[in-house]
């Protein structure tokens, strides 16, 4: 943890590696044109739907790995019961 300025700042980044190298140049940060504007709300839009995309089938992924892993659980039970009855 950092203190900077009364806030706190934690330096955990959960395996996410920020790659500014695809920035230009400080001029396009500082374009405040509508044109730009509009650039970046449509990159956010894209963006969005990918993500909008994604989302639905991590879902299905995830309930049948929930599903996997009880079945695997309810296995193991039945094997270990039978270890010990036999």
Avoid: H, W
Wanted: aromatic residues 6%; charged residues 30%.
């Amino acid at each position: 943890m950092t203190v900077l300025s009364g806030l706190r700042l934690c330096r955990t980044t959960y395996g996410i590696d920020v790659n500014f190298v695809d920035i230009d140049s400080d001029d396009e940060q500082e374009d405040g044109s509508p044109e730009a504007l509009a650039e970046f709300n449509s990159q956010i839009a894209k963006l969005t739907a990918g993500i909008k995309c994604i989302a639905p089938n991590f879902t299905k992924a995830m309930e049948r790995l929930n599903g996997v892993e009880q079945k695997l659980a309810e296995t193991e039970a039945e094997t270990e019961k039978a270890r010990k009855d036999f």
